[in-house]
């Protein structure tokens, strides 16, 4: 094996929020209500999308595809997984990789053609540990986003409250996936290599890498829910939520991961230069610089955030053929239904929009730019960002002294997620 050494218990290295948030949200009744509810819709689903893969894809064995026999078996040894697995190859041009678990049976773990043929044999590995780490975790025990907005005669079975502490627990899990994915790759810079190729979509390094500096965003802008480019074909009205990190945070947090005294041991190289405790306490800061906390918050400021999200949503939404269903419906999710209703007066509500930006001069960068990001919630909830809708960000971004990269990021951040 050329990655990680032999079995060692890696749940170790389980990132704390990850953990405590898992235990946390497992025991709130709302889950569990949920957990119930899915269980039940669920009956024999994991039967049928076995069958569906069976049928439009390719279930890989040793001898079709000797490579990523070795590297899962490597990634099981490393990470201490034993549960079957079946492989399934997607004929699909983007990059992609998923793990699934039904209600019996073996894990399923879909990999893209493109992935396979263009990802070097450590980026491979890295992207199968991931994939493992959810497994090795249990975050397939709260399947996502379904959790957060599974509902019954009465509404949701989880408060609004714990909706968004489940994604907040999701971007988390997403941290401990990379650690067990860095155990696998066994090297911080190959990990990182395989975030550029997916949130660039370049096959091969056509610009020098700077990993430090890619790391870095996270100090200029916080992370927070975006929207998808693509049709959907739900309406999960919380889906609008961003289940994994921006990718730099993940990237500062596998390097600071890589530099730790557990990693470093593990891989035999000697002490790190930072206790785990470290690691924590700089992947616990970027993570809270995702957490929506002004939608929640009590305050003056809170109160102004909040009145502002509402007034540049509704201009936003309003900017291509008015306010639509599933746009109002993001509105609601990230507001509640009292903050968050149906405009009668447009212009009234543009009219005031100058005010309450104006009147957030003062706020953080931070908040300034998770209300940005929360924009483009509104703007992607119908399934696309019309030019008339990127326009008005772009003016308001301006007006609250954000920079418009912050779009952009947030979208095509949304656009090429990991899995």
Not at 88 to 112: C, D, I, N, Q, T
Not at 149 to 156: C, F, L, Q, Y
Not at 326 to 355: C, F, N, V
Request: net charge negative; glycine share 8%; proline share 5%.
């Amino acid at each position: 094996m050329t990655g990680a050494p032999g079995h060692r218990d890696a749940r170790g290295v389980q990132a704390r929020r990850d953990r405590e948030l898992r235990e946390e949200l497992g025991a709130d009744r709302g889950v569990r209500k949920a957990l119930e509810k899915f269980e039940h819709r669920a009956s024999g689903w994991g039967f049928r999308h076995r069958r569906s893969l069976l049928a439009e894809a390719i279930r890989l064995n040793k001898r079709m595809a000797p490579a990523v026999s070795e590297a899962l078996a490597d990634c099981r040894a490393a990470l201490g997984v034993e549960q079957p697995i079946e492989v399934f190859l997607e004929p699909k041009p983007v990059y992609s990789a998923w793990m699934s678990k039904g209600r019996s049976g073996p894990l399923l773990l879909g990999l893209s053609s493109r992935l396979l043929e263009e990802f070097s044999p450590a980026e491979l590995r890295f992207v199968l540990g991931h994939e493992l780490g959810h497994a090795l975790f249990d975050h397939l025990g709260i399947p996502m986003p379904i959790t957060a907005t599974i509902e019954d005669i009465g509404g949701t079975l989880v408060s609004r409250a714990v909706q968004l502490r489940l994604f907040v627990w999701c971007r988390a899990a997403e941290v401990s996936a990379d650690r067990a994915g860095l155990l696998c790759a066994g090297d911080a810079e190959v990990a990182a290599t395989a975030f550029f190729k997916m949130t660039s979509g370049l096959s091969r390094p056509v610009i020098q890498t700077d990993l430090e500096a890619f790391a870095s965003q996270v100090e200029s802008l916080a992370s927070a829910p975006s929207a998808a480019h693509e049709v959907r074909d739900d309406d999960d009205t919380l889906d609008c939520f961003s289940t994994h990190p921006y990718t730099p945070v993940r990237v500062r947090a596998l390097l600071a991961f890589g530099k730790s005294q557990p990693f470093r041991e593990r891989m035999g190289l000697g002490g790190g230069a930072l206790s785990l405790e470290d690691v924590e306490h700089v992947v616990e800061r970027d993570l809270a610089l995702m957490e929506p906390s002004y939608l929640e918050d009590k305050g003056d400021e809170a109160d102004k955030m909040r009145r502002a999200l509402y007034c540049a949503g509704v201009s936003v939404a309003a900017a291509h053929q008015g306010v639509s269903d599933a746009e109002l419906s993001a509105l609601r999710a990230l507001l509640g239904p009292k903050q968050a209703r149906a405009p009668e007066d447009l212009a009234a509500i543009r009219a005031e929009l100058d005010k309450v930006l104006a009147d957030l001069a003062g706020a953080s960068l931070a908040r300034r730019a998770q209300l940005i990001q929360h924009l483009t919630v509104i703007a992607g909830a119908d399934g696309h960002v019309a030019d008339e809708e990127y326009a008005e960000m772009t003016r308001i971004a301006e007006a609250l002294a954000v920079p418009s990269q912050v779009i952009d990021q947030t979208l095509a951040g949304a656009a090429a997620p990991m899995d």
